[in-house]
Every structure is written in structure tokens, then in C-alpha cells.
């Protein structure tokens, strides 16, 4: 099992771009989160999905679109790149009837917004 | 006030030392307790839940104080590969627990030769 992967790694954007984060597991897992997290502000949740084909806003949403099309996926979307999104953020997903509350990460995207 | 404190760290330690981490949280209707590890450029890691009646696994000891809302973590003889940055992780207390799910800042601890 490859558990959470991240595409990309890495990416550079100028101000006003927009670019898409793609999580995907293959834990099936029902639960999927997104994360950034910044210098001295731990990890904050950004959307979250408890099932394929829902969504809902964690503690930082504005600026950032998700969608659960399918179980293993969970894409994050940048409309409009701004600075303010430059961050390192992270997948995670888990299964609460068997893991409770335990989140698998996956390596995380380095986004720098120029 | 930050709804999960940690200590602020950086703690610097020799091998074979016991350090002991802190964190506190706000919201009294939390359920759930955890501690993550992240090591340096990497994605957290489950190192351990915390229960009530307290919980350890091997060197590391998790103890959880409803009352005075707080948690904390002990690590005995510590080893070069216990340096890391520790997350304290705690949840519900939302709607559901997902969107309740809040990390502290987290506290470095490097173990020196």
C-alpha cells in the first residue's frame, strides 16, 4: 500500500494562478483532510470530506475550492494564487470505525506563491 | 488564547535524559487526545492517544488531566532518533469531530551526543 500520496511535491506560483493539490489513498479511508501549515502555527485544517461526494469548511477555507469525486481522491483548488497561500500543506485520511480519530498524513506540497 | 498551547521549546537534551512535554487545551467538550511526531521537513506521525487512566508505550509515557485540561508526554532515556518536533493533537467538541480537530504549535526537542 502507498497510503497518502501528494501531487506535487513541490510548485512555484505567481500571484493570480491557480493550480489544483491532488491527495489520493488507497487505505479506503472514508474521511480525508486538507492542511497548511505555517511557521509557528501548527497544522490548520482547511476542508475536510466524511464520504465521497461531500465537502466541508475547516477553520481556514477562503480561497480554497475541494471536491470528492471519488473515494481515494481528495483534490484541493487554488483559484487565485495569493502569497498569503504560501505554505506547506497536507493530505490526511482516516477511518474512524477502525482508527478513531488517527490521521494518516501524506509527504505534504511545498507551495511558494510569488 | 490559542485553543492548544504547547510549550514553546526548543528543548536540547543528552542522551539518556528524561524530558517531559506540556500542552494545554480550551475547549472542555474535547474527546479526543493525541501526540504526533514530525521530523524535520516530513508529515506527522501518530506517536501515541491519550487516555484518561494515562497510557505508555515503551519509553514514552501520555498523561491526560480532564480537570485542568491538559496533557502531557514523557520520554524516558532519550535517544538521538527522538529528535523531532511533538504535535499535540486534540478533537471534537465541533459539530462533528472533524472540523474540531486542532494541533497545537508543537515543541523541538533535539537530543545531543
Known amino acids: 500500500n502507498a497510503g497518502v500520496t501528494q501531487t506535487p511535491k513541490f510548485r512555484v506560483l505567481k500571484t493570480g494562478q491557480s493550480m489544483t493539490l491532488l491527495c489520493a489513498q488507497d487505505m479506503n479511508h472514508e474521511y480525508m483532510y486538507w492542511y497548511r501549515q505555517d511557521p509557528g502555527m501548527g497544522l490548520r485544517l482547511i476542508h475536510y470530506s466524511v464520504g465521497e461526494g461531500t465537502t466541508a469548511k475547516g477553520e481556514v477555507p477562503d480561497g480554497y475550492n475541494v471536491s470528492r469525486l471519488k473515494k481515494q481522491n481528495f483534490l484541493l483548488g487554488l483559484e487565485s494564487a495569493a502569497p498569503s497561500q504560501t505554505s506547506v500543506y497536507f493530505c490526511?485520511?482516516?477511518?474512524?470505525?477502525?482508527?478513531?480519530?488517527?490521521?494518516?498524513f501524506g509527504p505534504g506540497t511545498r507551495l511558494t506563491v510569488l | 488564547r490559542k485553543e492548544v498551547e504547547q510549550d514553546p521549546g526548543p528543548f536540547n537534551v543528552p542522551e539518556g535524559a528524561t524530558v517531559a512535554f506540556n500542552c494545554t487545551y480550551s475547549?472542555?467538550?474535547?474527546?479526543?487526545f493525541f501526540w504526533y511526531r514530525q521530523d524535520c521537513r516530513k508529515e506527522p506521525k501518530l506517536l501515541m492517544s491519550v487516555y484518561s487512566s494515562g497510557n505508555e508505550d515503551g519509553r514514552f509515557t501520555a498523561q491526560l488531566n480532564r480537570a485542568s485540561q491538559y496533557i502531557s508526554l514523557l520520554i524516558r532515556d532519550s535517544k538521538l532518533s527522538d529528535s523531532a518536533t511533538y504535535l499535540c493533537?486534540?478533537?471534537?467538541?465541533?459539530?462533528?469531530?472533524?472540523?474540531?480537530?486542532?494541533f497545537g504549535p508543537g515543541t523541538s526537542l533535539s537530543v545531543i551526543p
Open positions: 475547549n472542555s467538550a474535547s474527546q479526543s
Open positions: 490526511a485520511s482516516s477511518y474512524p470505525p477502525t482508527s478513531g480519530d488517527t490521521q494518516y
Open positions: 493533537v486534540v478533537s471534537g467538541g465541533g459539530k462533528t469531530s472533524y472540523d474540531k480537530v486542532i
